[in-house]
């Protein structure tokens, strides 16, 4: 069974920094993009960040640009978002995601969500003013 599994959430004061993180099981995630979305209360799910399976290529949003970077350990199945000088508008539930139908190794291709077809749970991110 495949698995995304987040972790790292929390809730942290604004200029804080958390690190999340997105294990991955039951499969090899070594050879696909990878990215990260997030949804706050009451909006439309979001592309946040996008890394090629390579580790090469990084996309944002111009919203965090500069403040979070994404990253990954194709040894551990794992890939990470960095994510400092959080602000109350970052506040909302991130989810990881993986792609395997379509694996370019690029990473604005997949700042789309029907690019990927893999994701975890979820997990939530509250920044406080």
């Known amino acids: 069974q495949v698995q995304l599994v987040e972790s790292g959430g929390g809730l942290v004061q604004a200029g804080g920094s958390l690190r999340l993180s997105c294990a991955a099981s039951g499969r090899t995630f070594s050879n696909d993009p990878m990215g990260w979305f997030r949804q706050a209360p009451g909006k439309e799910r979001e592309f946040v960040a996008a890394i090629s399976w390579s580790g090469t290529y990084t996309y944002y949003i111009d919203s965090v640009k500069g403040r979070f970077t994404i990253s990954r350990d194709n040894a551990k199945n794992t890939v990470y978002l960095q994510m400092n000088s959080l602000k109350p508008e970052d506040t909302a539930v991130y989810y990881c995601?993986?792609?395997?139908?379509?694996?370019?190794?690029?990473?604005?291709?997949?700042?789309?969500?029907?690019?990927?077809?893999?994701w975890g749970q979820g997990t939530q991110v509250i920044v406080s003013s």
């Open positions: 995601a993986a792609a395997v139908r379509e694996t370019f190794d690029s990473a604005i291709y997949y700042s789309r969500a029907q690019k990927y077809d893999y």
